[in-house]
């Protein structure tokens, strides 16, 4: 797909192997492609393919064993430097397949949390928090712990975590595959409207066919390989909006 826009973020050649000697997994080879503002891209393939080792890759906290990582302009092999970490948190909002909250913080603290690290005023980070909850239809769990919240209602609470520090690119790892098929079609719906709206890159990684009509890129992946890339149904999703 051509897009003159600059990347956000570029893989090139990107290989990644875990192990040595007689357990080494080579799990990513060669791996290269350009995520541009407003892309929402599926990424799909049988379990243990790699997927979700590329999406770690693309949300910088795992370093390629080989290649090269363009970050806007600037090019980085490592996730430790300063520079890559400053990145994430300003760039990149990740959700998790299990959540990942904060069992001991309720909900707007575990969405604020972003916030709080990058050191902006806690009682604006509040009133972010409860805006994106209530953009999620949940304000009225706010102040619910994770253990009082449905799975559905977590992982809202986790998109509104990625959404907060107001990311380019929003990486999501399976983000349905805990919930139940209504409420991941919210969950998908929700990730699809802030690609089209904002003209923010949304990536999916995920077994969900529902997933293929709403995106504008489908990128398989096999035995670590990048197989091919087709064209989502996303023109057709966006006009009815609805999975
Ligand atoms: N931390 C790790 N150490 C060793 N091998 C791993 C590790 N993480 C993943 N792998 C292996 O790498 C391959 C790709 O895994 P993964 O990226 O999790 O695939 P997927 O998300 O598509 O299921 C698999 O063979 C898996 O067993
Ligand atoms: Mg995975």
Redesign the pocket.
């Known amino acids: 797909m051509t897009n003159k826009s600059k990347p956000i973020i570029s893989l090139k050649d990107v290989s990644k192997t875990?192990?040595s000697g007689h357990s080494k997994?080579d799990?990513l080879t060669n791996v290269s492609f350009s995520i541009h503002a407003g892309d929402l891209i599926l990424i799909k393939?049988p379990?243990?393919?790699?997927?979700?080792?590329l999406l770690t890759i693309l949300g910088l906290l795992l370093s390629p064993t080989r290649g090269k990582l363009l970050l806007g302009d600037r090019l980085d092999t490592s996730v430790s430097t300063p520079a890559a970490a400053s990145y994430r948190l300003n760039t990149i909002g990740f959700i998790f397949q299990s959540f990942n909250l904060m069992d001991s913080l309720n909900a707007w603290e575990n969405v604020a949390l972003p916030n709080i690290i990058s050191k902006k005023a806690k009682k604006k980070a509040k009133a972010r928090a409860f805006e994106l909850l209530d953009s999620l239809n949940m304000k009225k769990r706010a102040e619910h712990f994770p253990n009082q919240l449905s799975g559905g209602e977590k992982q809202k609470v986790a998109v509104a975590r990625a959404l907060i520090n107001n990311p380019q690119i929003i990486l999501a790892d399976e983000p349905t595959a805990n919930l139940d098929s209504k409420t991941g079609a919210t969950i998908v719906t929700t990730l699809c409207e802030i690609a089209c709206r904002d003209n923010r890159a949304v990536v999916i990684v995920s077994h969900d066919e529902r997933i293929e009509k709403a995106v504008k890129r489908i990128i398989s992946i096999e035995d670590g390989k990048l197989i091919h890339e087709t064209v989502g149904g996303h023109d057709n999703y966006c006009q009815h909006n609805h999975l």
């Open positions: 875990y192990g997994v799990a393939g379990s243990g393919s790699g997927k979700t080792t």
